[in-house]
């Protein structure tokens, strides 16, 4: 029997045309700036951070976050202008939402307690809600001349994310292996 292990991670991924936009900034980075790291996965909000599972229980994975999903409600998200986590990071910011870090939330608790799953590395951290466009891998230089020229722009656009995406890592770039609905109505 096999032991390998498959590196996934939890997350929001916007509608289109917003993922064509985003994916057109990043292309922006990779071109201006030599950014290429943002490229190796489609735009999305993180919920949970990336975390190794055991091949031969992928089903049991998958299964379980349909439950989970089933089991919250859409939340609506509004993406405003530029942040960075300096020197290195530049990023779409999400504005706060009560409902967002909610989910954010229930999905940590949820990766604990049904998953056994910690993301010790994360866990002083709070939670940033954000659509990076510029990876680490970007240089301090550059990163000096990419934010001077996008921490005024303007960014805005709001989606109501009704899914979250089960994203997992090929051994070179990060992908959608599932959408599971968040089904959950007002009561």
């Avoid at 709001?158 to 089960?166: C, G, P, V, Y």
């Amino acid at each position: 029997m096999s032991n390998s292990v498959t590196k996934y991670f939890l997350a929001i991924v916007p509608q289109e045309p917003i993922l064509s936009e985003v994916m057109a900034l990043k292309e922006y980075f990779f071109e201006h700036h030599k950014s290429k790291g943002a490229l190796r996965s489609p735009g999305h909000i993180t919920l949970h951070m990336p975390f190794n599972w055991p091949d031969k229980k992928k089903d049991k994975l998958r299964n379980a976050l349909a439950d989970f999903a089933a089991n919250q409600k859409p939340v609506a998200i509004k993406l405003k202008d530029f942040g960075c986590f300096a020197p290195r990071v530049i990023f779409i910011a999400v504005e706060h939402s009560d409902e967002l870090l909610e989910l954010q939330k229930k999905s940590d608790r949820f990766f604990k307690t049904e998953l056994n799953v910690f993301s010790a590395a994360y866990r002083d951290l709070p939670f940033h809600p954000h659509m990076t466009v510029a990876f680490r891998d970007l240089k301090k230089n550059e990163f000096t001349a990419a934010w001077s020229s996008f921490e005024n722009k303007n960014f805005e656009a709001s989606f109501t994310a009704d899914s979250i995406a089960l994203f997992q890592h090929d051994g070179f770039k990060w992908n959608v292996l599932e959408q599971f609905k968040l089904r959950k109505t007002e009561s």
